[in-house]
């Protein structure tokens, strides 16, 4: 019988990600007024989730090591780098050919900081300690609401689900010799953490390219931390990360106003 409360249960990993991406699918535009409230509502059910399946995670849970956030730090710098390089080749490389609308390599530009319902500029804009400051005084609670569902429930979720289940489930052991395909395969639940094979590094490329709209800047990103998940073998290391990443690119979305980047 699968249980919520075991490590052994695909559930655990499973059910706080399903909550968030079903709230997700029915979530309004960010422009309307019911935005707010059903955000709200989204983090409390996942955050619900995430309480009830919690005695399942305890085991992984330990404090983060150097690499966690260092990886973080880098990865915020290459993911902002990325997104900015993909936005430009499409408008600048491609043009009159509508590709940003079949492939696009941004998020719809909403500005999170004044919650106003208003699409911020497009294109990058310069940032100056004047605008920063603008931008501070006039800060908005819906941008501390999204940044918290992002830098602290996303990784805990997406990282358990993905690193936690996903790659781990679809993990299979190298076989060498008669005796290795003649043995058992390993129950998903014992593959460690961070275990690399040719289906992880699928799984590792085409899970952002699916749920991602910064293609290049998600590929780079998810291998290097499935990279980070090899070194440490260590799942909060990888939520860290993801944690930080996320942080940095709110923090660098309120000081340029890029914010097509959230």
Not at 100 to 119: I, S
Not at 143 to 148: D, G, P, S, T
Request: net charge negative.
């Amino acid at each position: 019988m699968l249980s919520i409360t075991t490590e052994k249960s695909p559930i655990p990993f499973l059910a706080p990600f399903v909550v968030y991406m079903i709230c997700t699918s029915f979530e309004p535009e960010p422009s309307t007024g019911q935005y707010p409230l059903f955000y709200c509502v989204k983090l409390l059910l996942t955050a619900i989730a995430i309480a009830v399946c919690f005695p399942a995670w305890k085991q992984f849970l330990k404090l983060p090591s150097f690499y966690g956030v260092l990886a973080g730090i880098l990865g915020a710098a290459v993911w902002i780098g990325l997104c900015q390089m993909e936005k430009r080749s499409v408008s600048d490389f491609l043009p009159g050919m509508g590709l940003e609308k079949v492939f696009p390599t941004t998020r719809p530009g909403y500005d999170w900081g004044t919650g106003e319902g208003v699409e911020a500029n497009a294109a990058d804009s310069g940032a100056s300690a004047s605008d920063f400051s603008a931008r501070i005084q006039k800060i908005s609670p819906l941008f501390f609401l999204r940044l918290f569902g992002l830098a602290i429930l996303v990784p805990f979720i997406e990282e358990f689900f993905l690193r936690g289940f996903v790659l781990r489930y679809f993990w299979s052991a190298p076989k060498n010799s008669d005796e290795e395909q003649a043995s058992e395969p390993i129950p998903w639940y014992d593959v460690p953490i961070g275990a690399l094979c040719p289906m992880v590094w699928a799984i590792t490329i085409l899970y952002p390219l699916l749920t991602h709209p910064e293609a290049l800047a998600g590929v780079v990103w998810f291998s290097g931390i499935t990279l980070l998940a090899w070194k440490t073998r260590s799942l909060s290391d990888c939520v860290c990360a993801h944690a930080i990443t996320n942080l940095a690119l709110g923090i660098w979305v309120l000081y340029s106003g890029q914010w097509y980047l959230l």
